[in-house]
Structure formats: structure tokens, C-alpha cells
Nanobody, 121 residues
Framework: QVQLVETGGGLVQAGASLRLSCAAR??????VGWFRQAPGKGREFVAA????????NYGEFVKGRFTISRNNDNNIVYLQMNSLKPEDTAVYYC????????????????WGRGTQVTVSS
């Protein structure tokens, strides 16, 4: 069982930056992803970092604005978000899976409770 805790959300103005953190007792052997869900919309893939190589993948909308990274010593995965836009407003979830990279939320077995990100115009 992997318990995930997200922190770092908040209310910011357009153009600002936020760094989200996802902490667990261990991420060893897990691919970790970030997803988001805006009001009235489905869950959307944001980014993922693979379990061994540390390779990262991003949703198309990211366009270089976000960076996912993992600190294996501290068991934290970060999502650095720059140049935030009002359309980035959503609840951001951290998720983990024991397999390789996937952008499909149904393939992630473990989920945090989410952290709210609100970007004002």
C-alpha cells in the first residue's frame, strides 16, 4: 500500500509559479504521475516520471511550462509549474503505479487526496 500526500497548492495570479510536492514512505519501484481535474471535467494527465530511469512525460497542454522531478532519497516527487494560466485551475492529484510510464489514470493504483490550484486572471 502506498499512501500519497500532496502539498503546495494555492491561489496565485496568472503568470506565477507553484511547486507541488507528493510525499510517500517510499516511491521505490513506482512510476509517479500527476493528474488534474477541473470542475465539470474529467481527470487529465499532467506528467509522469518513470520508476527506474527517471524519464519524464507530459500532457500536450504543458508545452514546457511544467517540470516533474523525483527525489528518491527523500521520497518526494515535485511538479514545478511556471507561467500558470487560469485554465490550469484544478485539483491536482499525485498517483503511483508499479508499472512503467502511463498517461492513463485507470492504470494507477494509488492516489492522494489532491491539492487545489487556483489561478486568477
Amino acid at each position: 500500500q502506498v499512501q500519497l500526500v500532496e502539498t503546495g497548492g494555492g491561489l496565485v495570479q496568472a503568470g506565477a509559479s507553484l511547486r507541488l510536492s507528493c510525499a510517500a514512505r517510499t516511491f521505490s519501484g513506482y512510476t509517479v504521475g500527476w493528474f488534474r481535474q477541473a470542475p465539470g471535467k474529467g481527470r487529465e494527465f499532467v506528467a509522469a516520471v518513470t520508476r527506474y530511469s527517471g524519464n519524464s512525460n507530459y500532457g500536450e497542454f504543458v508545452k514546457g511550462r511544467f517540470t516533474i522531478s523525483r527525489n528518491n532519497d527523500n521520497n518526494i516527487v515535485y511538479l514545478q509549474m511556471n507561467s500558470l494560466k487560469p485554465e490550469d485551475t484544478a485539483v491536482y492529484y499525485c498517483a503511483a503505479r508499479s508499472g512503467t510510464y502511463s498517461a492513463n489514470d485507470y492504470q494507477y493504483a494509488y492516489w492522494g487526496r489532491g491539492t487545489q490550484v487556483t489561478v486568477s486572471s
